[in-house]
């Protein structure tokens, strides 16, 4: 009878930690699921937060590039800038937009806007008398707080198209050279002697698909005398 006493207890024992194990191990489980589902919805919404934010920074208002600025009621500067990011739409493709020659820097462009201004003054000296757009060499940017540098917030589209200037993209040639069945080549022009005579002589030569200029020798040319062959004063 003793016997059987401690076999019942035995087993009741067993019974109980059994029991037990269950309990503890279906706790776990429920704790790793509820876990699993918060880091999720927590991964989920900082991701749907982060893609809302870069989508309001690439075309913010406040940076003028997303055409909702009074002065750009053609949005020119929405056009320039979408075209960086993407390229051009199907109907300016088919309109010839990679079908043209280009004036651009030998260099990525640089930050300082004072310097930004200078190039771009002489260039579209250049521009204007080869009936060529600038090509901005500028590459997009990555990264948060890059807004500011992106080629299509350094260079005023809308500034350059009332001078009767047109800009193109970083990317123009990678673009334009399955179009134009070409491979992009620089015909680089130096200024180190006579700028003001090397400007005043150049001309639209079809064989040369970009002419390049170093930044440097940009930055040292008089802009007085730019002026004065534009009939400025």
């Not at 056009?79 to 990011?85: E, H, I, Q």
């Not at 088919?94 to 280009?102: C, E, F």
């Not at 002589?201 to 534009?230: C, H, P, R, W």
Request: hydrophobic share 35%.
């Amino acid at each position: 009878m003793e016997e059987e006493n401690r076999m019942m207890l035995s087993l009741q024992g067993g019974r109980r930690r059994r029991v037990a194990f269950v309990a503890i191990f279906a706790v776990i489980l429920s704790i790793g699921i509820i876990s699993t589902s918060s880091n999720s919805f927590f991964i989920t919404t900082n991701k749907d937060s982060t893609i809302r934010h870069r989508e309001l920074r690439f075309f913010d208002p406040d940076h003028r590039t997303c055409g909702r600025d009074d002065r750009d009621p053609d949005k020119i500067a929405h056009t320039f800038a979408t075209r960086s990011l993407y390229g051009a739409s199907t109907k300016d493709i088919d309109d010839g937009y990679y079908l043209r020659r280009t004036v651009s820097t030998l260099q990525p462009i640089p930050e300082d806007l004072d310097k930004v201004d200078k190039i771009l003054k002489v260039l579209s000296y250049v521009a204007r008398k080869t009936n060529r757009p600038i090509r901005v060499n500028k590459k997009v940017l990555t990264g948060y707080n890059s807004e500011a540098k992106q080629g299509y917030a350094l260079v005023s589209a809308n500034t350059l198209r009332t001078a009767g200037v047109e800009i193109v993209e970083d990317l123009y040639w990678a673009r334009a050279t399955q179009a134009q069945k070409v491979i992009r080549s620089v015909h680089e022009v130096s200024l180190l002697n006579n700028p003001i005579q090397v400007l005043q002589s150049m001309g639209d030569d079809m064989t040369k698909l970009e002419y390049g200029f170093d930044i440097e020798q940009l930055l040292t040319i008089d802009l007085d005398a730019i002026g004065n062959l534009v009939g400025e004063t």
